[in-house]
């Protein structure tokens, strides 16, 4: 390969840098993983994924190491989950 398609490709590489764990709990967010046999879907503590896992851990390859509690589903993919960030309130008790 060219030294100016490598030189672009590293610098698409460093630009596309996944979050990771630590990443995740500074900005306040869970990780939400889903499997892609059943579609069975959920949040996972983020505390319990940085004992585990270490907090340098890019969130997408963590679904890699775990499978799916319902079909015992090795595809599984991990993203950082937006829609529900940590200490928010999303419902209310009546």
Not at 18 to 29: H, I, N, T, Y
Not at 43 to 53: A, C, G, P, S
């Amino acid at each position: 390969m060219g030294r100016i398609k490598n030189a672009m490709l590293k610098r698409l590489d460093s630009a596309a840098r996944r979050d990771s764990l630590a990443d995740l709990q500074a900005k306040g967010l869970n990780v939400r993983a889903w499997c892609q046999r059943c579609s069975h879907h959920q949040t996972l503590e983020l505390d319990m994924l940085i004992k585990r896992f270490g907090p340098h851990m890019p969130v997408p390859e963590i679904g890699a190491q775990i499978q799916c509690p319902h079909c015992a589903s090795k595809a599984v993919a991990t993203a950082a989950d937006w829609k529900n960030p940590r200490k928010v309130i999303t419902r209310h008790a009546v």
